[in-house]
């Protein structure tokens, strides 16, 4: 290829729109009326629907990630330490909230009014870089598409990590791209920047030996010194921001992690013989964070037959897939092209939440904003192919960046708001093909105006698909409602939503375990555990075994608690809660007939092998031993429990309980539980 470049000088904006060159269009007092145009309407529309999305129960109350995020950034400001060893999830955003927190305390308005800010800079950003490649038109209608695209602004409402990624993404692009021949300190910035995003979401890791690669693009081989330093600097820069992380993961928890340990199960949930390629959890896994991933853990322990860190249960899930790859090559390359098709496909794959049910019930003003993914991707494509004369090869970054983040999306699985990082891109392409479009049929070149249409009518169709479980009859999205009604103690509301999702879907396991869930929150005993065996009855998999459990123990029925509970241990053997609550029962029961020592002992020690530092299990493993008339060995496993705890206000509340069951031990009586 050609060494030489175009010239970096500012032209005329007459000319520039008229060419719509690939060089730096200078920037008049239009350009800068424009970008402020863009902004501001980012910015109210965001916040118009920041305040009318105070009527979801999800608002002050988030859940799964989102309530990560809260908890995480909560014991920041607090100075406490959440996580002991390597981080499980990429800990930039709940570092930027825990510094936030700490200067206004916990709060549900601020956070989201800036992630209303990063909206509208990252809509000013695709101004910018658009105006970069395209000129001003292109440029003035990326930027307001950005502005009003409305699954950007349902997710800059969100306490998610979405609205920091793409605007570190996007900084990082212009960096590198607002000029030809961008300096060592543009490349250092840049690199910053996507070092930022992969503390945020790695998997922009993929993208950065991309990036890394333009030098070579823009110099050619012949002056190799050049794009070496330049590519070294972006790269080096990128390494110095992870690297303080990987080192304190070391540090905290012996493993060179770099990042978060949460690479394999996400691995994992997209690729294995049950995934579909888009859903975020798997069969018998709690829903929620925690619980989700001590049960994904706990799998993994009993299927290697002993304790494992968090890496080594990372790396137990990176193996399990690639085993499901080998072992069955036809159905993992139909699921990689199954999640190919979403990831390009006009759906909203929901993650944590429906995005059509809650925008719908809570924020109408989305419903006037009408550009979605499925009318941008026809258009992108006849752009990128139209604006191949101007050179794609000046173009990398763009595609580059976008194509090299699609594949680390793939990879793993597919859903709304992982995409959205390119999103940009495609509106940045989609307005230069609408352009390009009407400079075509203005300038009367028949041909390529008809095939740049029939093209967009054929690709429209093939974008819309079938619905996706749950999309359509909004069943599970009631459900989430009713559990987040039913722990803000709203019991009527909460059961009328159950009550909606049961009658859109009779046989949802879900729908009747929440009910069962807010029956027993009120003390209806009856009605609840019958809510709760059919769920079971409908899905074996459903992990309420151990909320049935203390129903059934809480109305006295013991034997049936213990028939529950070898039940669900069999449904779900990864569950290590479930067969704690089986030891204890049966060391510890007021009932003769339910308790069984030695039963008890034999399946503590069977857990123990794997997990020997297990305090739970430690503990009733000794009452076990109490309950066989074994007082003293009680009390040594009992304090080896003891020594396992730290010194967290939840751990030494279960000092407390183990240290007074030592004493009814050393006094020759064993423990007695309901």
């Not at 909606?500 to 009747?512: G, Q, R, T």
């Amino acid at each position: 290829m050609s060494n030489s470049e175009p010239s970096t000088e500012p032209v005329k904006t007459a000319e520039c729109e008229a060419q719509a060159p690939a060089e730096s269009c200078g920037w008049s007092m239009v350009d800068w009326v424009l970008l402020f145009a863009v902004m501001a309407a980012a910015l109210i529309i965001r916040l118009i629907y920041n305040q009318q999305l105070q009527a979801s129960p999800f608002f002050e109350h988030p859940s799964i990630d989102a309530k990560l995020h809260v908890d995480w950034a909560t014991a920041i400001a607090e100075g406490r330490t959440l996580f002991n060893g390597v981080y499980p999830r990429a800990p930039l955003y709940p570092w930027l909230l825990g510094i936030l927190y700490s200067i206004v305390g916990v709060d549900f308005v601020i956070p989201r009014a800036l992630a209303a800010v990063m909206g509208a800079a990252s809509c000013g950003l695709t101004f910018a870089i658009a105006h970069r490649y395209f000129g001003r038109a292109v440029a003035a209608l990326a930027g307001m598409i950005a502005a009003t695209y409305w699954v950007s602004v349902f997710f800059d409402g969100e306490l998610l990590v979405e609205p920091l990624s793409v605007f570190l993404n996007l900084l990082g692009l212009w960096l590198i791209v607002r000029s030809v021949r961008p300096g060592y300190l543009g490349w250092a910035l840049a690199g910053v920047c996507f070092g930022l995003s992969a503390l945020n979401r790695p998997n922009v890791l993929l993208v950065i030996p991309v990036l890394a690669c333009w030098p070579i693009v823009t110099y050619g081989l012949k002056q190799w010194k050049d794009w070496l330093t330049r590519a070294v600097t972006f790269g080096g820069a990128c390494a110095l921001v992870i690297l303080p992380v990987t080192l304190r993961n070391y540090a905290k928890g012996g493993e060179a992690v770099l990042i978060a340990s949460n690479g394999g199960f996400n691995f994992y949930i997209g690729n294995n013989s049950q995934s579909d390629g888009m859903m975020a959890v798997l069969p018998g896994v709690r829903p929620d964070w925690w619980g989700g991933m001590q049960d994904a853990a706990a799998i993994a322990q009993s299927n290697m037959g002993r304790s494992l860190s968090a890496g080594e249960v990372s790396s137990f899930y990176y193996r399990a897939s690639l085993q499901f790859m080998r072992d069955q090559p036809g159905h993992a390359f139909r699921l990689m092209l199954h999640k190919l098709k979403f990831f390009w496909n006009d759906v909203e794959v929901p993650n944590p939440h429906n995005l059509y049910f809650f925008t719908d019930k809570y924020t109408p003003i989305v419903r006037f904003l009408p550009i979605g993914f499925g009318m941008l991707v026809p258009f992108a494509f006849v752009g990128m192919v139209l604006s191949g004369k101007r050179g794609l090869v000046g173009q990398f970054p763009l595609w580059g960046y976008a194509f090299a983040y699609m594949a680390g999306v793939v990879a793993f699985f597919v859903t709304s708001r992982f995409r959205l990082p390119i999103v940009p891109i495609v509106i940045l392409y989609a307005a230069f093909g609408f352009v390009e479009l009407l400079r075509l049929a203005a300038s009367r070149k028949w041909v390529a105006s008809i095939a740049s249409v029939v093209a967009i009518a054929l690709l429209m169709p093939l974008l819309h698909t079938e619905d996706i479980t749950g999309l359509k009859d909004h069943a599970i999205s009631y459900c989430k409602v009713a559990r987040a009604l039913g722990e803000q103690k709203k019991f009527d509301d909460a059961e009328a939503a159950c009550r909606k999702a049961i009658e859109k879907k009779p046989e949802l396991a879900l729908a009747h375990e929440i009910l069962g869930e807010l029956k027993l929150a009120q003390q209806e005993s009856r009605p609840g555990i019958q809510s709760l065996k059919r769920a079971i009855e409908l899905d074996a998999g459903r992990p309420v075994y151990g909320m049935l459990t203390d129903a059934l123990i809480t109305t006295r029925r013991y034997a049936e608690a213990r028939r529950v509970l070898e039940k669900g241990i069999e449904a779900l053997p990864g569950q290590t809660e479930l067969t704690f609550r089986l030891v204890w029962l049966l060391s510890t029961s007021t009932s003769a007939t339910v308790r069984d020592g030695k039963a008890a002992l034999k399946i503590a020690n069977e857990s123990l092998e794997i997990q020997h530092d297990d305090v739970p299990m430690l503990d009733a493993k000794a009452a076990a031993l109490a309950e066989l008339g074994r007082f003293d060995e009680a009390v040594d496993i009992a304090t080896q429990a003891l020594n396992l705890l730290g010194s967290s206000q939840e751990e030494l509340s279960i000092r407390r309980a183990i240290t007074s069951r030592i004493r009814q031990y050393e006094s020759g009586k064993p423990f007695r539980d309901r």
